[in-house]
């Protein structure tokens, strides 16, 4: 089950399943399909796996020291003494957050200690305890679960009483950077607890009640895509001592080692869009649906879109093998628009970045997208209102009465795009704050775009098109 798809209601909006059927359905409407779609792929759940996994003392020891200080640190968590814990805090340099390429240090955003990975060295082995193993089912789709996922240890964080870090997304810093994995060791403290918010959602995971409640001695973890926004909560007393991996996608194994297995996610979208796809009265002439996806994607200047396709995460992923299934044509598009609104973006299938600092202004970007092949995008609703009622079921893609600066593409939004800054506080701007400094790689908005067939060739797909 990927991350995405845990808590998915029993109750969706009607959908009949339409997998093989030939002929238009008269039982369901078209908006009932496209409402069951949505319903399958909305943001209701975060996309995170916490808990406690029982792990000794013996596996856990940690050495710490500068290099040429002469002195190498051994702490073991049997439990560590407060001496111990309050030792390796001090020994901690104050941790900085990124703006853009800036290392910022701001005690009012962030304030901790951080070690940095060439500083420590930890008997803990999220491959070798089998943790990682235990998160790869949450982290991966069902058609991916035996991928292989690289671990990269970033750093060890000490939050003493007062210590917290404000909402951010994690700085990604490659194409195949995916999620983060916290892993809380059982030192004693109170609150320090972990807040993610994804689309509507939000969820608290109380990292140190876990571990205090927990029948066996044990550590706590977090995984998560790491373009969802999350924060510490203020450490109360105490500390917590965390170690921080960023998770990277491995290659697909040539073979699969398993069969496959459908989630549930992946059954009721199925299901939904065949019925959608087969309704008479859903762009009987066919046309483009887009399908802004739920999550941010790292692109750097030059990425490919189309590259993502082996890197998009839970219900992104999910969407993707669907339409694989459903033999549509899909491409993956990024969006740059004006302004906070997506009324007047333009849909490449390139990427730029510094934007900023390489356009002057609105108008010379724009004149840069048209120039590589940027398409101007008109949106439409899916269904609009009048074409149930009036049989067509589309309206014509029409230039007339229109003015384009260049090239339109006409896109009926299944789901909307998601703005790569939007965050429940509205006082911040977290756009660009991660946890490291860096711009080589951003998050970017990205949209699945479907050419759907016209109905004749949805309905039989080996019929040659005739005009
Ligand atoms: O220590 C934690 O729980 C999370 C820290 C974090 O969000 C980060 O290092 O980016
Ligand atoms: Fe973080």
């Known amino acids: 089950m990927s991350l995405d798809e845990q808590n998915i209601p029993s109750e969706a909006p009607h959908a009949a399943p339409m997998e093989g059927s030939t002929s238009p359905s008269d039982k369901v409407s078209a908006k009932e399909s496209l409402e069951a779609v949505r319903h399958a792929l909305k943001r209701r759940s975060i996309p995170c796996s916490s808990g406690v996994f029982p792990l000794g003392a013996e596996d856990l020891t940690l050495f710490y020291g500068k290099k040429n200080a002469g002195t190498t640190h051994r702490v073991d968590f049997d439990p560590a003494t407060d001496k111990e814990i309050e030792a390796l805090a001090k020994a901690c340099e104050p941790a900085s957050f990124g703006r853009n390429n800036e290392a910022i240090l701001d005690e009012t955003y962030r304030k901790a200690g951080k070690m940095d990975a060439t500083d420590f060295c930890t008997k803990f082995d999220p491959v070798s305890c089998r943790l990682l193993d235990t998160l790869r089912e949450a982290l991966l789709e069902g058609h991916d679960a035996d991928r292989s996922i690289r671990a990269e240890l970033y750093k060890l964080n000490v939050y003493g009483p007062g210590s917290f870090f404000k909402p951010h997304k994690d700085t990604p810093r490659a194409g195949n950077m995916f999620a983060t ?7 004693p403290h109170k609150g320090g607890a972990l807040a993610f918010r994804h689309g509507d959602s939000e969820y608290i995971f109380d990292s140190a009640a876990a571990i205090a409640d927990a029948s066996e001695p044990s550590i706590a973890f977090a995984a998560f895509y790491s373009d969802v926004e999350h924060e510490v909560t203020p450490v109360e007393n105490g500390h917590r001592v965390t170690l921080t991996y960023n998770l990277y996608f491995g290659a697909r194994p040539k073979v699969p080692f398993t069969v496959p297995m459908a989630g549930a996610l992946e059954t009721s979208l199925k299901a939904s869009m ?20 739920s999550h941010l994607y790292p692109v750097s200047e030059g990425y490919r879109p189309e590259e993502l396709k082996d890197f998009l995460k839970g219900s992104d992923a999910v969407l993707l093998h669907v339409c694989d299934e459903l033999s549509l044509d899909v491409n993956i598009k990024v969006a740059y628009k004006n302004g906070w609104e997506f009324k007047d973006a333009i849909l490449c299938d390139f990427t730029l970045n510094s934007i900023d600092e390489l356009y002057d202004g609105i108008q010379s970007l724009r004149e840069e997208l048209q120039r590589r092949g940027g398409k101007q995008l008109v949106s439409k609703p899916a269904i609009a209102d009048s074409d149930e009622a009036a049989g067509s079921g589309d309206d014509e893609d029409s230039e007339e009465d229109c003015d384009f600066d260049f090239p339109p593409i006409f896109v009926r939004w299944v789901t909307p795009l998601v703005d790569p800054c939007e965050t429940k506080d509205e006082t911040m701007f977290v756009g660009n704050m991660g946890n490291e400094p860096g711009k080589e790689w951003m998050y970017s908005s990205m949209c699945l775009l479907v050419d759907v067939p016209k109905l004749s060739e949805r309905l039989d797909p080996d019929a040659e098109a005739e005009d």
Do not use: D, E, H, Q
């Not at 762009?283 to 399908?291: D, H, K, N, T």
């Open 181 to 187: 994995l916290v892993v809380v060791l059982p030192t």
């Open 274 to 293: 065949s019925s959608l796809l087969s309704n008479a009265t859903f762009l009987p002439r066919g046309g483009y649906i887009g399908f802004g996806l």
